[in-house]
């Protein structure tokens, strides 16, 4: 069996010895336990990511020093909250290169993201027969809300096809942008292929059709940099809890004018400036679209992942990403019986595969037995599965904090799995 020391040649080592991923891991406790008497091999980024102590001390001192509720007392305390608060937004903004922070409204995670566009923009966009385009590759959160809203309208759903390496079919996708499209709403990265949308000429040819444009961010923020002013699309949404940042908090962007025209989502406590029992006025951006007590904690927690993030910088994750993919699609691709699902040009740290005659639950049950933590079934986007005729993959998806070794580690759980099921 080849090593990462075998296949990585001299520029690689050299990278990766500049990249100190060792040093890193120790950032992320979790990562150092112990999964049925195995060390944790864990490969399940894409579903959630392991939280550094950065992020892990931030909400514990939120919650033992400055817990309060937010933008309502004069207290002490709930200054200090609603600072932290305020400052995690304009990280956020600073992040994806916003404009201004009232274009970041923090929500529960991308699929609340795209639930709220769906029911306020989506609503007031798309009539009788008009269309939404969506792309093969979505997930459910970016599939479901659409169908809903074209239902309630009678309008239809329209979904780009993909060729058989999981790329968009450019042609098709800009043909399918008819006059009667209100909206199309684009995965960034695939959960399942890794395939890294061309996004930004996917916006541009939207554009050109006056077609607004939400991206699903969710897998594309924790791995490569995101300038949503470059991107020049109209919501950007994404997840806290992938970008090593806490469960229940995520982030909607919308340019200003377009979430200023738009009505709220739910109304509630802080959403409103004033209320009467004939007449509410809406709070101005962003605080319309945060009814409630919101995740407070949790806000604060993603102000510290994206700080973290920063600290290692964007560009490094990705390339240190991108030399882990290349590393172990060699490696898993290279065992016979396996077939990797999703071989894009453009390609993020995500290996779904299935092994010829073996169920994939049954795979990842194997994995588990040797501390290995992969994800197994339709990852939440089952037409994708119709699409490449399986019921279910196998999918080891990357993060910074792994190594070739937990790689070569994979691929020794694997060749166990056929020993053992084959
Ligand atoms: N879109 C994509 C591409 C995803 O991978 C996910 C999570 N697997 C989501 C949307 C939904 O994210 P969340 O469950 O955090 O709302």
């Given amino acids: 069996m080849s090593t990462a020391r075998d296949v990585l040649n001299g520029v690689d080592r050299e990278r990766s010895i500049r990249f100190p991923v060792e040093?890193?891991?120790?950032?992320?406790?979790l990562l150092a336990n112990a999964v049925h008497g195995k060390p944790l091999a864990y490969l399940d980024n894409?579903?959630?990511?392991?939280k550094p102590l950065a992020v892990i001390e931030a909400e514990e001192l939120f919650y033992r020093r400055d817990c309060s509720n937010i933008h309502r007392?004069?207290?002490e305390l709930s200054e200090r909250a609603t600072r932290w608060y305020e400052d995690a937004r304009t990280k956020v903004q600073q992040f994806l290169n916003a404009r201004e922070?009232?274009?970041i409204i923090f929500v529960r995670g991308t699929t609340e993201a795209i639930n709220l566009v769906a029911s306020t923009f989506g609503r007031k966009q798309v009539g009788a027969g008009d269309e939404v385009l969506i792309t093969a590759m979505e997930h459910h959160s970016n599939i479901v809300p659409w169908q809903i809203l074209c239902e309630e309208k009678g309008a239809r759903l329209r979904v780009a096809p993909i060729n058989d390496r999981g790329e968009i079919v450019f042609e098709e996708y800009e043909r399918l942008l008819s006059p009667r499209t209100r909206l199309a709403a684009l995965v960034h990265v695939s959960n399942v292929l890794g395939t890294i949308n061309p996004v930004?000429?996917?916006?541009?040819?939207?554009?050109?059709?006056?077609?607004?444009?939400?991206?699903?961010?969710?897998?594309?923020?924790?791995h490569l940099k995101v300038d949503v002013q470059a991107l020049d699309c109209e919501f950007y949404a994404f997840s806290g809890?992938?970008?090593?940042g806490p469960t229940g908090v995520g982030v909607l962007y919308g340019k200003a004018g377009l979430l200023d025209a738009m009505p709220p989502y739910q109304g509630g406590g802080d959403m409103i400036r004033s209320v009467t029992f004939e007449k509410t006025i809406y709070n101005t951006l962003p605080y319309k679209f945060e009814a409630g007590t919101p995740n407070i904690a949790g806000a604060i927690g993603l102000g510290a992942a994206v700080d973290y993030v920063n600290g290692i910088g964007l560009d490094n994750i990705a390339a240190y990403e991108g030399e882990l993919l290349a590393y172990g699609t060699r490696v898993v691709g290279g065992i016979s019986g396996v077939r990797i699902i999703g071989t894009a040009r453009e390609k993020a740290g995500v290996i779904s595969f299935v092994i010829e005659g073996i169920h994939p639950h049954d795979v990842g049950t194997v994995l588990d037995q040797e501390g290995i933590a992969v994800r197994t079934g339709h990852h939440c986007a089952q037409p994708l599965m119709e699409r490449f005729k399986i019921p279910a993959a196998t999918r080891a998806s990357l993060a910074f904090y792994n190594t070739t070794r937990e790689i070569d580690v994979l691929a020794a759980g694997i060749r166990k799995a056929k020993e053992l099921l084959g």
């Fill in 73 to 75: 007392g004069v207290h």
């Fill in 241 to 244: 809890h992938k970008l090593y």
């Fill in 23 to 29: 040093k890193i891991r120790q950032d992320f406790p």
């Fill in 101 to 103: 922070s009232r274009e």
């Fill in 46 to 50: 894409a579903a959630t990511s392991q």
């Fill in 200 to 222: 930004r000429e996917m916006v541009e040819a939207a554009h050109r059709r006056n077609v607004p444009v939400l991206l699903d961010g969710a897998q594309a923020a924790p």
